[in-house]
């Protein structure tokens, strides 16, 4: 990534192990939207690496910027370094565009003193083939933003930190199947002057934590069980105040059910597309 504000979307559900199929056709979709950045979430362990490249590629060729994150990883800390090893090899020379992120959501039992450390032998085993690339890394508690005191990031001017916002949860995660209770949460809104005020109030502790740092919001999104005119005027103000706070973003996401493209008819939901033009 350079130094401009990325604005941009996970393509969520594909390379993660997902199901959904990658059509080439959305590079072009997403930038002629205005976009200008594409998040890969990539389980390993699950996927060609030929396809892989083949997104990279197609997220480059379109003169988007690419952020290649580590999904759903559960392995050793042995086995995610050696996983950075190769990621690192078959990238040296990428465009400077790609970017890479060390891994989505750090979690239970990853101890926020297990994840500095492993975050900076990771750190260092990237930057012996790309010493000015921008690497990105968040808190572990699945990098909200109230754990980010948690987080030490080595002193490193092309290391952005990472978080996501998927707060009132009982909104944004309404019916989630994955979720135990989530069908109670059914029917919940959103939008009141002191639901805007947290939001407000949330994102401003990350930019004060961040102190200079750069901060990337790499997922923010509403479930498509939510009324659309709440999720539309929710999407706008998370991604309003992150841009007038300097970050960087990308709307999780592209095609699932947070989607803000149906794949189905092809083309965008209007109203998210709205509210991540702005
Ligand atoms: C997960 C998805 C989930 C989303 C919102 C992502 O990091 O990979 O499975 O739908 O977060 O919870």
């Known amino acids: 990534m350079d130094r401009s504000l990325r604005r941009g979307i996970s393509l969520g559900g ?32 699950s996927v060609a690496a030929d396809r892989v490249d083949r997104a990279v590629e197609g997220g480059l060729a379109r003169g988007l910027a ?13 086995a995610f370094l050696a996983l950075w090893e190769r990621i690192a090899a078959r990238y040296a020379g990428a465009d400077p565009r790609l970017a890479f992120e060390l891994r989505n959501e750090p979690h239970d039992p990853m101890t926020a003193t297990a994840w500095n450390r492993l975050l900076r032998d990771a750190l260092r085993v990237v930057r012996a083939r790309h010493p000015e690339r921008a690497v990105i890394a968040g808190p572990v508690a699945r990098n909200v933003i109230a754990a980010l005191p948690t987080l030490q990031l080595p002193d490193d001017p092309h290391l952005l930190a990472t978080v996501h916002h998927y707060l009132p949860f009982r909104f944004t995660h309404q019916g989630a199947p994955w979720i135990a209770g989530a069908d109670a949460w059914l029917g919940t809104s959103w939008g009141t002057a002191a639901d805007r005020a947290r939001i407000r109030a949330d994102l401003a502790t990350a930019a004060a934590w961040a102190r200079g740092r750069r901060l990337f919001l790499g997922e923010f999104g509403t479930r498509d069980a939510a009324p659309m005119a709440a999720r539309a005027a929710w999407t706008a103000l998370v991604r309003a105040e992150a841009e007038r706070l300097g970050m960087d973003w990308a709307y999780w996401d592209f095609a699932t059910e947070f989607g803000a493209f149906d794949v189905a008819s092809g083309s965008w939901r209007a109203p998210l597309l709205a509210a991540l033009r702005g």
Not at 66 to 78: C, I, K, N
């Open 14 to 45: 594909t390379l993660d192990g997902g199901g959904l199929a990658l059509d080439d056709g959305w590079f072009d979709a997403i930038r002629d939207a205005g976009l200008d950045l594409v998040r890969l979430p990539v389980r390993w362990d």
């Open 66 to 78: 690419v952020v290649l994150d580590v999904h759903h990883f559960e392995g050793t800390d042995a």
